[in-house]
């Protein structure tokens, strides 16, 4: 979709208070931590264990979910590339405003693409998006497929499904790289709580 402002005649207003001003009140930065991978790769479910480890450390987080934004939010979309690239579009700004508030913004989305990780990056601006490639084998991914989607997938039930009919491009320069067929939960969350204090996000 285009990126074309279709509004005239609007203007930009700046708020009193800053993100900085949030930011030091909240005790930490305020950053996009995107979640990305395969279904069944653990995306929501990590996300999950890393807020609530960041919350009960006195964080301010919130955890923007892909089935959940569909309910609401993109309830309009559907899973063509044209669509996926507008839901990843509209999540990527969303998450921004997160950060613009204080927050530790989480997403899990498959986001398939790279191209619309890179325009989401981009959108968070530079030092404030951290890309998290939830590794996981395909075959894995399907023998956890609580959901059974790649069943419904694998019979044709599912057009256009990330890893069986639709491509997956895995990030070729993601901040962290959590093979979830290997770590269990708590050592993924470790490690990207290990990238957060490392890059002083939190202390």
């Known amino acids: 979709m285009s990126d074309e402002i279709k509004s005239k005649n609007i203007t930009w207003h700046h708020a009193d208070i800053t993100r900085e001003d949030r930011e030091k009140e909240n005790g930490h930065r305020a950053v996009v931590l995107w979640f990305t991978g395969l279904s069944g790769s653990g995306k929501s479910t990590l996300a999950h264990a890393v807020e609530n480890a960041l919350f009960e450390a006195g964080c301010r987080t919130y955890v923007l979910d892909g089935d959940n934004i569909r309910h609401g939010l993109n309830k309009n979309l559907g899973f063509s590339p044209e ?11 969303v998450a921004k405003l997160f950060t613009e508030a204080g927050v530790i913004a989480l ?3 498959i986001s398939p693409y790279r191209a ?18 939830v590794k996981c084998d395909l075959d894995v991914c399907e023998q956890r ?11 044709g039930l599912i057009p256009e499904f990330t890893g069986i009919s639709a491509p997956y491009e895995e990030p070729l320069k993601a901040e962290l790289v959590v093979d979830t067929a290997k770590l269990s939960l708590e050592e993924s969350a470790k490690a990207v709580l290990d990238l957060l204090r490392k890059n002083g996000v939190i202390a």
């Open 83 to 93: 669509d996926r690239e507008e839901n990843i579009r509209r999540i990527g700004e």
């Open 107 to 109: 997403t899990a989305f």
């Open 116 to 133: 619309d990780r890179d325009k989401a990056r981009a959108a968070a601006g530079e030092g404030n998006f951290y890309e998290i490639y």
């Open 145 to 155: 497929d609580v959901k059974g989607l790649y069943q419904k997938a694998r019979a």
